[in-house]
T-cell receptor, first 111, second 113 residues
């Protein structure tokens, strides 16, 4: 069945780049998403990429998609303490906009 | 700034009691989702509606959970009777047809004692 996998934890120094990785199984996925969840809050949509794209950039965020390997990554440039959160990768599955989420990667930013 | 709203934000109840959670989707969004988040299971899709009609509720325990959309501005998720294992954060999300991007509410944190 469909599955999305992420590493659970990433620690980076403030000012460095962060790269969060995700693998998915459904080759027919049309959209792939990155959401951010801060403590006690809901999920905030960060960005998404359509499956016919290889890369999408939005300010400090860069999304890379390797369809052959079913690998998605999120790069955050100049990581700040405010970027500390859990980041969820999700793939859209099926015709009714069903999202399958990964377990989330906890990003810790230290001075 | 349009947002999905959920009430209550926190709910503590005793086992066996009925719990009703409410969601107001973003105006104009015609698809509504209910998710449950726990440490063990992560984010699970419970049910979703399009144009107020249930499309898929296969993720929901049918014996005690029910989800409805009495009108386009209100979605409800009810648990009766509640059990300690239902303790979780319940999120509602809505999406417009045009982009299908889901926007999440702040969640209802449910604790069943």
């Amino acid at each position: 069945g469909e599955d999305v996998e992420q590493s659970l934890f990433l620690s980076v120094r403030e000012g460095d780049s962060s790269v969060i990785n995700c693998t998915y199984t459904d080759s027919s996925s049309t959209y792939l998403y990155w959401y951010k969840q801060e403590p006690g809050a809901g999920l905030q949509l960060l960005t998404y990429i359509f499956s016919n794209m290889d890369m999408k950039q939005d300010q400090r965020l860069t999304v890379l998609l390797n369809k052959k390997d079913k690998h998605l990554s999120l790069r955050i440039a100049d990581t700040q303490t405010g970027d500390s959160a859990i980041y969820f990768c999700a793939e859209r599955f099926g015709g009714y906009n069903k999202l399958i989420f990964g377990a989330g990667t906890r990003l810790a930013v230290h001075p | 700034d349009a947002r999905v709203t959920q009430t209550p934000r926190h709910k503590v109840t005793e086992m066996g009691q009925e719990v009703t959670m409410r969601c107001q989707p973003i105006l104009g969004h015609n698809t509504v989702f209910w998710y449950r988040q726990t440490m063990m299971q992560g984010l699970e899709l419970l049910a979703y509606f399009r144009n107020r009609a249930p499309l898929d509720d296969s993720g929901m325990p049918k014996d005690r959970f029910s989800a409805e959309m009495p009108d386009a501005t209100l979605a409800t998720l009810k648990i009766q009777p509640s059990e300690p294992r239902d303790s979780a954060v319940y999120f509602c999300a809505s999406a417009p047809t045009t982009t299908d991007t889901q926007y999440f509410g702040p969640g209802t944190r449910l604790t069943v004692l």
